[in-house]
Nanobody, 121 residues
Framework: QVQLVESGGGLVQAGGSLKLSCAASGSIFSINTNPMAWYRQAPGKQRERVALILRGGSTSVGDSVKGRFTISRDNNKNTVYLQMNSLKPEDTAVYYC?????????????WGQGTQVTVSS
């Protein structure tokens, strides 16, 4: 069984920064061989993918956060991070960590429980 546990959410003023962490565990799960991503869901909106990191380490971020958010990973700690800078009130959402069993990106196979990020104006 794979578990993803997010941490690092909280309340921050607009323009501030937060760093989210996602610790992965499981008998055969390793973040350096499985794609992982951060999603977010704001009230009344659909869940959207914010950032993605692939098996080889290449990354991509959504247009709405480009230049402000960065995804990274620490293979030794089996942890993926989301560094969020220049936060805006519209970044307020529950942020979820997600992972896939294979290198084919479709609907994620695993989800964390989510962590709340609130950005005040």
């Amino acid at each position: 069984q794979v578990q993803l546990v997010e941490s690092g959410g909280g309340l921050v003023q607009a323009g501030g920064s937060l760093k989210l962490s996602c610790a992965a565990s499981g008998s055969i799960f390793s973040i350096n061989t499985n794609p992982m991503a951060w999603y977010r869901q704001a009230p009344g909106k659909q869940r959207e993918r914010v950032a993605l990191i692939l098996r080889g380490g290449s990354t991509s971020v959504g247009d709405s956060v480009k230049g402000r958010f960065t995804i990274s990973r620490d293979n030794n700690k089996n942890t993926v991070y989301l560094q969020m800078n220049s936060l805006k009130p519209e970044d307020t959402a529950v942020y979820y960590c997600a992972a896939w069993r294979s290198n084919t990106i479709g609907s994620p196979h695993y989800w964390g429980q989510g962590t709340q990020v609130t950005v005040s104006s």
